[in-house]
């Protein structure tokens, strides 16, 4: 998919953006410039440099790059060790480094990096600008690191300094109090940080407060040089470079991610990895040119998303606007305070560190690689902490791969059994190796000799030791008369454990399935003579979903407990056969989903007995906003054969004729066809869901924004037999499978045309 052809409108919706990330750009890339301990005018060539060659190369259309604060910390480091000139040198063989990358197509390997590890080194990074900037904003200066500006604090805050401490309260209050403005007002098109910045400008020039000023040099350029090779071991320069490249990559890749995730109807996703080497391209030319790295900025997008931008335009005029200004207004940036630039990085210092993050990352399980993190960025460094990260998470994951549960319980005979003795049931879950045989035997040593034992081995993997185990345990059991049922869900284990095989099978065929677990709730005992009843089976499974599903599903039912968000309308049969969630991938809060008998939509003023499909159809475009709304039949429709049938066959059934007399146009439609196919019942459902698009389209509103591209119609069959989900070529009144690669402009924007 392509994004759609520049018109006047889009071009009129991009200049106006790339003001507004232009005024957000301006004083973050001054103050990350100075909390890094750069040259001021290095922020604004990064600036410059990442809005005009990543916006020009880039494969995020709307993502906005430039000086980034979560590469503050790594920056300080690099020239308190190498110095000014020799960091550009090493900027610059970072991005060629990115480059390399970048047309490797490695990009989605960088992305591998646990976002729990992501996320507590942005924190780190927050936590380190905070105990930075706060003397600053005190009137002093930053330590050598975070722990020596965290001993020190006590004796600034004893002894600030008024004015500069008046400015950073000024810039605060001013930043809280703008994010707390109406939002849809004029006054919110204006970023926060221009304001905040603005006012301690003008107050400390009106009171004339004493405070530190920018000192920007007369030109962007000025005292430019080639750069120089930095001074230590080849080792440490390279491991340097590297880690500048990896942790600019991570931090764009992430941004292009996320982005990707809220980009607009008709905007083209991300190519990762001309992404990757646009960013190199930037870094290259921001550090010959003297400025700082550049990595794509979750701020600055989001600002460039929220203002309305449709392509590029927008990130390369940003770039354009910042090198106009530091040309043109040098004096008027001059008179900014240092302090009030230093308490605009403490806001974002703190937002960095997002509780809501946390809390996330705890239900997940990944607190323990995002505390490591944190605290390694803010006590060792960012390299270090990146590292400790990265190795908790090892460790995490190598404790996933081991845990097992096991459970025993003593299944009772039922009353009128007779003398039939108990048997036992053992369920060994997980990953089956030398390191659970401790709690697995014990658990089968509990078993009472001559014993019946039912053993459901559900596992992934069995190394040999864990068979061996198991093996000499059911042969020692059944020499003292007992007897043991093997049941492997994952099957072949226990089996080709026999003779000697415990290599992975090449095909699984699972015996119970997280889809159908119908038909396997019945415990294999002595007493299972009958079977059982539809409620006992239901019952078992609220059971089996509680020990099983509902942990696993817990986080995300609790993020989706206040506020449900789902991206797709989704209105199908009420036919048991057809799974929503199955054939679309999709999970709870996902879709959002209406079924009735025979997929139908009612037209536009219609009397109809049920109001229900236009109620949710109302609902799912008013109110939750979703853009894209898929009708799904099905073959072997019931529906559909009693339509074929003038409704004869349920002519009784007063409700169900009434409602499938909406099915009316749509037999009109298919006996208006020449060719009916081999399968005249599966055709009727496919011109079924043209109808009933057709029937969406009738909606005045919900027509309007079809055609202005805000809203997606797609239609949808799913053949039963082969299990195969079919989509609707509107131009060709057809339907072919997804892998056939049917263009998708061919079922976007349905309005634009109706069969």
Known sequence: MTSKPLNASALRRDVLASFVVFLVAIPLSLGIAVASGAPVAAGLVAAVAGGVVAGLAGGS????????????????????????????????????????????????????????????MLAGVGAVIVLSQVHVVLGGGPQESAVANLRELPGQLLHPAPHSALVAALTVLVLLGWSRLPRGGRLRLIPGPLPAIAAATAATWAFGW??????????????????????????????????????????????????????????????????????????????????????GVIVRSTANLEAGARTRLSAVLHGVWVLVLAVSCGPVIERVPLSALSALLVVLGVRLVDPARIRDLRDHREAPAYAATFAGVVVLGLGEGVLLGIAVTAVLALRRLTRLTVRTERLVPAPGDGDVPARWHVVVEGTLTFLGVPRVTRALRS???????????????????????????????????????????????????????????????????????????????????????????????????????????????????????????????????????????????????????????????????????????????????????????HSNCGAMAAVMAGGEEVAHLEGLSRWLRLGGPTLERFRAEQDHGDDPLARLSQVNVMQQLDHLLTYPWLRERAEAGELELVGLYFDLKSATVKVLDRAEGKFATIPNHVPESAYRNPGDRRS
């Open 447 to 633: 078993v009472p000799a001559g014993a019946g034992v039912d053993l459901d081995l559900n596992v992934d993997f069995m190394d040999h030791a864990a068979f061996d185990a198991v093996h000499q345990w059911r042969l020692a059991h059944e020499r003292q008369g007992g007897r043991v049922d093997i049941d492997e869900v994952h099957e072949g284990w226990y089996e080709r454990g026999v003779t000697g095989d415990l290599s992975s099978p090449r095909k699984s065929s699972p015996t119970a399935r997280w889809w159908a677990p119908w038909a396997n709730r019945q415990r294999r005992s002595a007493s299972a003579a009958e079977t059982p009843s539809p409620t006992s089976v239901l019952l078992d499974g609220v059971r089996e979903y509680h020990d099983s599903t509902a942990g696993l599903v817990r986080p995300i039912m609790a993020e989706l407990a206040m506020e449900q968000k789902p991206e797709l309308l989704f209105i199908t049969c009420v036919d048991s056969r057809v799974v929503p969630n199955i054939i679309t991938a999709s999970g709870p809060g996902d879709l959002f989903i209406n079924r009735n008998v025979g997929n139908f939509v009612p037209p536009h003023g219609s009397a109809v007995p049920d109001d229900s499909v236009m109620a949710t159809v109302e609902y799912a475009t008013n109110v939750l906003d979703i853009r894209t709304i898929a009708v799904c039949g």
């Open 210 to 295: 004493r405070a530190d000023r920018v000192d920007l040099p007369e030109t962007l350029l000025h005292g430019w040089g080639l750069p120089e090779l930095p001074h230590g071991s080849p080792h440490g320069v390279a491991g340097a470079v590297v880690s500048l490249a990896v942790v600019a990559a991570v931090a764009s890749l992430l941004c292009s991610v996320a982005v990707d995730r809220v980009r607009p109807a008709g905007v083209a996703p991300t190519d990762l990895d001309r992404e990757l080497a646009a960013q190199g391209a930037a870094n290259a030319v921001s550090g010959l040119l003297g400025g700082l790295p550049v990595a």
């Open 61 to 120: 259309p709307l993502q906005v790059s430039g000086p980034a604060a979560g590469l503050t910390v790594l920056v300080a480091d690099l020239i308190a060790g190498y110095g000014w000139r020799a960091t550009c040198t090493i900027t610059l063989l970072a991005g060629l480094l990115q480059v390399v990358l970048g047309l490797s197509r490695v990009a989605r390997v960088v992305l591998a990096v646990s976002p729990a590890v992501v996320h507590g």
